[in-house]
C-alpha cells in the first residue's frame, strides 16, 4: 500500500477514515456520530457506539474458536516462573475476578487503583475492570507511598489491587506495606484493598480493610462484559506534568480501541495469532497500550515479563525470551539496548539464539541516538524502527508504518506522521518553521482517536497545558524538526520534565522534596546527560546562612528523602551544595544553562543574568564532581 496516499486520506478525511478502521471492531452498537467537537476544545470520537473493551481481548476470540490460543506468556527469570495463559484461562481469570470486584460493590462509573508488580494478575485486574466499566488507574510500582497517596486523592478509588511484593532483580519490593503507608497518607480512604499473595516467604502485615485475592475469586460468580458508551473512560493513567502534582490522563473506550487496533496491523505489521512482545511495565502507557490492550485486542500472544534487560541473569535474556516464545515484534527502549551493548558490546550472547522469528524490533520512550540504534540493526539484522508518541496520545505519533509500507530509515529520526496526526513544526510566534529549523512539535485538531480525553478533575490544565498556547493545535511538550525528505526528529523537551531511563519524571517534583529540607534556602532539579540512562536528575542547593551541616551528610540525607517521597524510580542520586544559583535580573534560575554547563554543551551566557561569576563557582564545583566541564563559552 502506498503510504502518503493513506496519510492523506486520514488527513484529508479523517471521519471516513476512521469510521471505516472502527468497522475492523466488534461493537455492540456500531457508531453513527464519528466525530464531534467536546465542551473542553477537543473532541470525541464513536460517541453513540457501544462496546467492551475486555470483551473485545478475551471474549470474541473465544467465540471465533481461539480459546486455547495463549494470549500471555508471562515469564519471570526473577522467580523462575513461566506461565502460558490460555484466553480460556484469561477469560476464567477475568470474569471471577469481575464478578469479585461486583460482589465488592463496584459500579461502572467507580475508580479502583492497581498497583502492582509485572505479574498475571495486573492485566486480570486491568482486564477485569475494563469489563464492568469500573475506571482503573494503574500506578508503577517504583512510585513511593507519598505518591500513591497523591494519586489516591485525585482519582477517589473505592478499591486498591494490589500484591504482596515486587521483586527487583533479586530484592524485595514491599508493595503491599507501601499501600499500607499511602492509605495513612491520603486523605481519600478506599473501603477495601485486594491483596494477591505471591507466597515469597515474606511476612505481610494484615489490616481491617484486607481482602485476599484467591478468597475473593473462589466465592466470586464470572461477570458478563457489560456494554458501555464509546467515551467511558477505560482508565486513568497518571504523568508528570511541569508542576509538582501529576496529572491524571483520561483515555476513552472506543476510539482507543479503535486506535490501537489500527496500530497494531499498520504501525507494528502483527497479524492476528503473531507473538508480540513489549518489554515495559504495566504501570507506563506502552504497558496499557502494547501489553495489554493493543496486543490482545488484535488476539497477538503477548510477553508478560518480569525481569530486566540485564542481571536477570545476564545480557542474554531478552534474546532467550524472543527465541523462546517465537516474538515477532519486539518493542523496547533505546535505555534497555544500551544496558544489554554495555554487557556484551560484540554481541557474543546473541548468537546463542535462533532469533529468525524476530521481523521488526521498536524502540520509544526516549531519544535513540544513533549508535544505539546502527548497534541493534547491526546485530539483529532486521528494520530497527524508532517510533515517537507520549502518554496523552497513548499510541504512536511518529513511526516508520511497517504494515503499510516499510520506508528508508534515517537514525536519529522517528520517521514520518502516523496516520491521524497532522504533525507541525511551529515557531514561538505560531509560524511555520523551515525544513530543519527547531521549534515546537505540535498536532492540528482534530487529533485522532485513541487520544487523551481531558485530564482528571482538572479540565482548566488540560486546556492550559495542551490546548492554549498555540490555538488549533496541540501542543506535545516536545521540541523538534523535519528535514527536507519530511522526516521528523524529535530533541527533547522544552518543559521541565525529564526522561530517565524512558521514565518520564517532573523536577518540579524533586525540587519541592529539596526545598523542603530545613537547611536549603533554595534549589534547583534539572537533567543531565547519562550514558546508561539517557538522563538522570542532579540537583543543586544553596544552604540557608548558619546552617553546619557537612555536604556529603545532607546530599545523602536528601537522596533518601527524594527516594522515599517521590521512589526508587527518580534515580536521584546527585545533590551538589554550591554558594549560589545563576538567575535572571528578575529572579529566574537559569536551568537550562546549568544542564548545558553540565553536558559540556556550547551555551551562551545569557545576557540577562545577574553575576556572571557564578559560572565559574558552578564550573568549579561540577569539576570538583566529575559532573562534566565547559567546552567552549561566550558571551552574547
Ligand atoms: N517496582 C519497584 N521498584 C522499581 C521498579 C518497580 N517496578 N522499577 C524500577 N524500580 C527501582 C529499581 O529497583 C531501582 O532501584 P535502586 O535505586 O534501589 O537500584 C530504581 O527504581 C531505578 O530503576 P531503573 O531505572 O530500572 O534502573 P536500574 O539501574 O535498576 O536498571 C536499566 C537500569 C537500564 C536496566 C533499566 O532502567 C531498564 O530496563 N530500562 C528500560 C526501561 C523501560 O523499559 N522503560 C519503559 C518505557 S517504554
Ligand atoms: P511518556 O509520556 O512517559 O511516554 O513520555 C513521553 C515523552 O518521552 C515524549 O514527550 C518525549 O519527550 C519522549 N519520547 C518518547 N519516545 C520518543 C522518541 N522515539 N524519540 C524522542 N523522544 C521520545
Not at 386 to 413: C, F, R
Not at 568 to 573: D, G, I, P, R
Request: proline content about 5%; overall charge negative; some cysteine.
Amino acid at each position: 500500500m502506498d503510504h502518503s496516499a493513506f496519510y492523506d486520506e486520514s488527513i484529508k478525511n479523517p471521519e471516513g477514515f476512521w469510521k471505516q478502521q472502527a468497522e475492523s471492531l466488534d461493537w455492540k452498537i456500531a457508531p453513527s456520530r464519528i466525530l464531534e467537537s467536546s465542551q473542553n476544545g477537543s473532541h470525541n470520537w464513536f460517541a453513540d457506539g457501544q462496546l467492551n473493551m475486555s470483551y473485545l481481548c478475551i471474549d470474541k476470540h473465544i467465540e471465533n474458536g481461539y480459546g486455547d490460543q495463549v494470549a500471555i506468556y508471562y515469564d519471570s527469570p526473577v522467580t523462575q516462573q513461566k506461565e502460558q495463559i490460555t484466553f480460556d484461562k484469561l477469560y476464567d481469570e477475568v470474569s471471577r475476578f469481575a464478578g469479585g470486584l461486583v460482589k465488592l460493590g463496584l459500579q461502572q462509573g467507580d475508580t479502583a487503583l492497581i498497583y502492582m508488580p509485572m505479574i498475571p494478575q495486573a492485566i486480570y485486574a486491568m482486564l477485569a475492570c475494563a469489563r464492568i466499566g469500573v475506571i482503573h488507574s494503574v500506578v508503577f510500582g517504583g512510585f513511593a507511598p507519598h505518591e500513591l497517596a497523591i494519586r489516591i486523592d485525585d482519582c477517589k478509588p473505592k478499591v486498591i489491587l494490589t500484591a504482596s511484593n515486587g521483586v527487583e532483580i533479586e530484592k524485595i519490593v514491599p508493595y503491599k506495606p507501601f499501600v499500607d503507608e499511602a492509605m495513612e497518607l491520603a486523605n481519600f480512604k478506599p473501603k477495601s484493598v485486594v491483596v494477591f499473595d505471591r507466597k515469597l516467604g515474606v511476612e505481610i502485615p494484615h489490616k481491617a480493610y484486607d481482602i485476599d485475592y484467591d478468597e475473593l475469586l473462589a466465592k466470586a460468580p464470572k461477570a458478563k462484559a457489560v456494554v458501555l458508551s464509546s467515551t467511558h473512560p477505560l482508565y486513568i493513567l497518571y504523568t508528570s506534568g511541569t508542576t509538582g502534582t501529576p496529572k491524571g490522563i483520561v483515555r476513552d473506550t472506543g476510539g482507543y480501541a479503535t486506535a490501537l487496533k489500527f496500530s497494531m496491523k499498520y504501525v507494528y505489521g502483527a497479524d492476528e495469532g503473531d507473538v508480540y512482545w513489549a518489554a515495559s511495565d504495566v504501570g507506563w502507557v506502552v504497558g496499557h497500550s502494547y501489553i495489554v490492550y493493543g496486543p490482545l485486542l488484535n488476539r497477538n500472544s503477548t510477553v508478560l515479563f518480569e525481569g530486566k534487560p540485564i542481571r536477570t541473569p545476564d545480557a542474554s535474556t531478552f534474546w532467550r525470551v524472543i527465541s523462546e516464545y517465537g516474538v515477532k515484534i519486539m518493542f523496547t527502549a533505546p535505555t534497555a539496548i544500551r544496558a544489554i551493548k554495555k554487557e556484551d558490546p560484540e554481541g557474543a550472547l546473541l548468537k546463542q539464539y535462533d532469533l529468525s522469528c524476530l521481523k521488526y524490533q521498536f524502540l520509544a520512550g526516549e531519544r535513540c541516538d544513533v549508535a544505539t540504534l546502527t548497534w541493534t540493526k547491526e546485530k539483529l539484522q532486521v528494520p530497527v524502527i524508532d517510533h515517537w508518541w507520549q502518554t496523552e496520545s497513548g499510541w504512536p505519533m511518529l513511526a516508520n508504518m511497517v504494515g503499510v509500507e516499510l520506508q528508508d530509515v534515517k537514525p536519529g529520526s522517528a520517521s514520518f506522521p502516523v496516520c491521524g496526526y497532522d504533525i507541525r513544526i511551529i515557531d514561538e510566534d505560531g509560524e511555520s518553521c523551515k525544513p530543519n529549523q527547531e521549534g515546537y512539535v505540535l498536532v492540528k485538531l482534530p487529533l485522532p482517536p485513541g487520544c487523551l480525553l481531558d485530564v482528571w478533575n482538572n479540565t482548566e490544565r488540560f486546556v492550559s497545558g495542551y490546548l492554549q498556547k498555540f490555538p488549533g493545535y496541540y501542543f506535545s511538550g516536545d521540541g523538534g524538526y523535519i528535514d527536507e525528505d519530511g522526516y521528523v526528529f524529535i530533541t527533547g523537551r522544552v518543559d521541565d520534565i525529564i526522561n530517565v531511563a524512558g521514565h518520564r519524571l517532573s523536577t518540579a517534583e524533586m525540587e519541592e522534596v529539596v526545598a523542603s529540607n530545613k537547611a536549603v534556602a533554595e534549589c534547583a532539579v534539572f537533567g543531565v546527560h547519562c550514558e546508561l540512562k539517557g538522563q538522570k536528575p542532579l540537583g543543586l542547593a544553596v544552604l540557608k546562612s548558619g546552617v553546619t551541616v557537612g555536604e556529603t551528610e545532607l546530599s545523602q540525607e536528601i537522596v533518601k528523602e527524594v527516594r522515599h517521597e517521590i521512589g526508587a524510580v527518580a534515580s536521584f542520586k546527585d545533590l551538589l551544595v554550591v554558594k549560589r544559583l545563576p538567575k535572571t535580573r528578575s529572579g529566574k534560575i537559569l536551568r537550562k544553562l546549568l544542564r548545558n554547563i553540565a553536558d559540556k554543551d556550547e551555551y551562551q551566557i545569557p545576557s540577562t543574568i545577574d553575576d556572571v561569576a557564578i559560572i565559574d563557582e558552578i564550573e568549579n564545583v561540577y569539576q570538583k564532581n566529575n559532573i562534566g566541564i565547559f567546552k567552549t563559552k561566550q558571551h552574547e
